[in-house]
């Protein structure tokens, strides 16, 4: 199987059965007080209302998309790992087959199975091809096609306004400006009002609220090559960022430089999230970019990659807490 990580993290959601996932949307908190990002609480409470499983799968943001798969497959996740036991941080082909036949033979479901396989692809565990392998080969496994559908019917659909309540509004709106078109109070008045603006006590200063960055989420084999502390964690650099595919009329260029942004790092290279001019479904708009001086519009990729330090490290800038945490 040759899909990316993103398009099988989405094909498996389309794959698990709709009312096992609308299920466990439904018991999801997803109030705005709850603290969720928006990128992942809006699309959920989009969910919740629309139903339409297929249209989350295929053009919800992708941080969303591995919520919801995460919470389906941590549960069946726990039981595979269980069963594998010292073999569960890197298993072989034939191991992680056997241990899947055992547990389905005692009542795992083949909706549980796809979520483990296609969350440890999505989250690039070790045994990541095997899995991928298993989803090609088991027909029972193997995950459908991605619909064509707009990313617009994700969005709450608008609402007819009333024609005599769009009036009732103008003529509010109206009254509203004439009033304050009115004579202005005698000076006398004004007078007043300096003298007790005067005496009014000056308000204490406003405290600021530092926000702790939120550390992200890395595999264990990510965390055994890559710092998640390194001081350049943070920061956008230029680094040679791999294709996602290889052009067969350009087969000798793998990579591009440009800027991408460093999740965690080591003395020979780092763990990044590429950033480019053109938005795809696993891509979404990098805020910074005017801050950073980019020269156009950016979106940040939801994939990371392995880079290696170029020579010599052109830092472009550094992401503030409340960016970082957006993104994460």
């Not at 087969?251 to 080591?266: C, G, N």
Request: net charge negative; hydrophobic share 45%.
């Amino acid at each position: 199987m040759t899909a990316s990580t993103t398009e099988i993290v989405r094909r498996g959601l389309l794959k698990i059965d709709a009312s096992q996932l609308l299920g466990i949307v439904d018991e999801l908190d997803l109030r705005p007080s709850v603290r969720v990002t928006a990128v992942v609480g809006v699309p959920l409470r989009s969910l919740q209302q629309r139903r339409d499983v297929a249209a989350f799968a295929a053009a919800a943001p992708l941080p969303a998309v591995r919520a919801l798969l995460e919470l389906v497959a941590l549960g069946p996740l726990d039981r595979v790992v269980e069963a594998l036991g010292e073999h569960a941080e890197s298993p072989t082909y034939e191991e992680l087959a056997g241990v899947l036949d055992e547990l389905q033979g005692a009542g795992m479901s083949d909706d549980d199975v796809i979520a483990v396989l296609c969350f440890a692809v999505g989250e690039g565990f070790a045994a990541a091809p095997h899995c991928r392998r298993l989803l090609e080969e088991r027909d029972a496994w193997r995950l459908p096609e991605l619909p064509e559908v707009a990313t617009a019917t994700l969005a709450a659909p608008a609402r007819e306004v009333d024609p005599a309540l769009k009036e009732a509004r103008r003529l509010r709106r109206e009254a509203q400006r004439r009033k304050k078109a009115v004579t202005p109070p005698p000076r006398h008045a004004k007078a007043a009002k300096v003298a007790r603006d005067e005496v009014r006590p000056t308000p204490p200063p406003v405290a600021v609220v530092e926000v702790e960055r939120r550390a992200a989420r890395l595999t264990p084999r990510e965390l055994a090559l890559f710092d998640a502390t390194h001081p350049l964690v943070g920061s956008v650099v230029l680094a040679d960022v791999p294709f996602d595919a290889i052009d067969p009329a350009a087969e000798e260029t793998s990579a591009k430089e440009r800027p991408a942004l460093v999740v965690a790092a080591s003395d020979q290279g780092a763990l990044v999230r590429g950033i480019y001019s053109n938005q795809f479904a696993n891509r979404h708009v990098f805020a910074p970019w005017r801050r950073l001086r980019l020269d156009h519009v950016s979106y940040i990729s939801d994939e990371r990659v392995a880079v290696e330090w170029s020579n010599p490290l052109v830092t472009l800038g550094e992401l503030t807490n409340e960016e970082w945490n957006g993104l994460f």
